[in-house]
């Protein structure tokens, strides 16, 4: 058992094949959630596990689970899940990776005649990307009771297509309730998406949690006049309260080195013309770091940062919380599991923090879970130039797979 392993030429091959399914011609794919293109890659999906000797169910959220039998299906399946839709003008990789990862072990356990002693459960989370319909995480964050069904059923995309007609549409509006079983575990592989793992040369991220994160809106609202004849003294520049704004959450970042980070990313000038001082400005200011109290700290300083500038630019400052998610970290068996098989195969691995989002982080919320991340090239995702190596992505495989079973093998034996 300790030198199975998958088939990392089978995998590739349906990276390949599963990646014409919305294709662009630089090499990515476009395949948003609930259109066509998803329909296809599902149905391509739920053949392939079928094939692999699993039953198929789809839950009310339009997710698929994929169940193989264990010894004892009394049990709760331990679960591997990501997600198959991608970003518009997007990569082969992001969720993808993680998906076929898992259908390969799938496989790789079928032609070995392995059987669990858990049931194992594949999953392809709806909406991860959450591009079309807002927010991002949508299904698993339903099945972790994040959102309700009613919420993610009206959420529109900018046709104003509803959520749930267009899973109706595709034919994935499921009859699973959402949430009906729990999970004993569950394990994500996803591309880093990041730069780290690369750039030290190594194969695998064990991620033992994820950074927090705080999102504002605010909108500056000072009096728009004349660029050549308002005289300084008396202005009430909007824009001038937004730059010193951005200058001051850069400076909080910095000053909480060495994870902090701040981003104003988005900005709308009103009326936005050259000879006309701003009236109004609306921005976003994103704050993320690993460790709460430092978030918190930063949410502190930011806040008097923005009632400070209000005065001193004798401009009104609305501020918004929009995005509230603080530090998590991941269960210790599961993350350990994962670094003992990562040692055990003698891939060259370190322990890290997500930045970006995934579903594991919701899922971490209703059961025991781990990420495991390999690099991709340049840390670029969200792209069609998005590129993992081969070798990789089988290491990663091979690593998911004996954490997995080492966790099935470990819960069987604390009964
Ligand atoms: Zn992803």
């Not at 501020?319 to 530090?327: A, G, S």
Request: glycine fraction near 10%.
């Amino acid at each position: 058992m300790q030198d199975l392993s998958v088939n990392g030429e089978r995998l590739w091959e349906t990276i390949v094949e599963t990646g014409k399914i919305g294709a662009t011609p630089e090499g990515g794919i476009t395949r948003l959630t609930l259109t066509d293109l998803d329909r296809e890659v599902r149905d391509w999906f739920a053949g392939a596990c079928k094939a692999a000797g699993c039953s198929v169910t789809v839950d009310e959220a339009g997710s698929i689970f994929a169940r193989r039998a264990g010894k004892d299906n009394s049990r709760d399946p331990i679960a591997i899940g990501s997600h198959l839709d991608t970003q518009p003008l997007g990569g082969r990789f992001d969720g993808i990776a993680g998906v076929l990862s898992g259908l390969e072990i799938l496989r790789t356990l079928e032609e070995n005649g392995y059987t669990t002693e858990s049931p194992l459960e594949l999953i392809n989370w709806t909406n991860e990307e959450g591009s079309r319909f807002s927010p991002a995480m949508l299904a698993s964050g339903a099945f972790s009771g994040i959102y309700t069904l009613d919420f993610i059923y009206s959420t529109r995309d900018r046709e104003g297509k509803s959520f749930r007609e267009e899973l109706e549409r595709i034919g994935y509006l499921g009859e699973a309730p959402v949430g009906d079983h729990r999970l004993a575990g569950y394990f994500e592989l996803h591309i880093e998406q990041g730069p780290i793992l690369e750039s030290e040369g190594l194969t695998i991220g064990v991620v033992t949690g994820a950074q927090g994160q705080l999102w504002y809106e605010l909108t500056v609202t000072g009096r728009a006049s004349h660029a050549g004849s308002t005289p300084m003294p008396v202005r009430k520049d909007a824009m001038l309260a937004c730059a010193r704004i951005t200058v001051g959450v850069n400076r909080i970042a910095l000053d909480h080195p060495p994870a902090a980070m701040s981003t104003v990313g988005l900005v709308e000038v009103t009326p936005n013309s050259r000879n006309v001082i701003p009236g109004r400005v609306f921005f976003t200011i994103d704050l993320r770091d690993p460790d709460e109290q430092v978030l918190l700290r930063m949410e502190r300083e930011t806040d008097s940062l923005v009632k400070q500038t209000g005065g001193e630019s004798r401009t009104e400052i609305a501020m918004e919380n929009v995005l509230k998610m603080m530090p998590m970290k991941f269960d210790e068996t599961c993350v350990n599991v994962v670094r003992d098989a990562a040692e055990r195969l003698g891939y060259r691995h370190r322990d890290m923090v997500s930045g970006p989002g995934h579903d594991a982080l919701y899922i971490a919320r209703v059961a025991p879970a781990a990420l495991v991340f390999i690099p991709c090239e340049g840390g670029i995702s969200h792209s069609e130039a998005e590129s993992v190596r081969p070798d990789d992505l089988t290491a990663g495989a091979t690593v998911l797979m004996h954490a997995v079973l080492e966790y099935d093998r470990r819960l069987a034996g604390a009964r």
